[in-house]
């Protein structure tokens, strides 16, 4: 069954079964492949990517559960609010080592930073649970959130 989804803000029709999950259609349908495949069960936080803003695991929402939500990627972050100065951020604190997980960190931060524009280190520590690092650079993300958050882009 053909359906029409928003993502990155363009219609794509789409023909992928609706219980196809998210994380394959961006991947392997529309090629946007800068949303990783980490564990397929939500724990790792690799596939994350925003629904309406709201960060979801792409490896658990099905085609058929997006419904009408705007779908938002990796590959339009920039295009966000202050997804481009997490993006430099993210340089200057030199987060990446391996790079696998940082799609989905910087999604993860940057849904925080829009529903929390100012926030404790309480809360960035609970949006950014659910995003495994294997390179331990959670300290620089950390660092990296609060500067955008401080306003220092």
Known sequence: MKRTLRINGQSHTVKSPGDTPLLWLLRDELGLTGTKYGCGRGH???CTVHLDGRAARACLVT???VGGAA???IE???TRPRG??????WKRERVPQCGY???GQLMSAAALLAQTPRPRDREISAAMAG???RCGTYAR???AIRQVARGES
């Open 63 to 65: 085609v058929a559960a």
């Open 131 to 133: 995003n495994l690092c």
């Open 141 to 143: 993300v950390k660092r």
């Open 101 to 103: 997980c940082q799609s």
């Open 71 to 73: 779908v938002t990627t």
């Open 44 to 46: 790792c936080g690799a």
């Open 76 to 78: 339009h972050l920039h």
């Open 84 to 89: 481009a100065d997490l993006q430099a951020a």
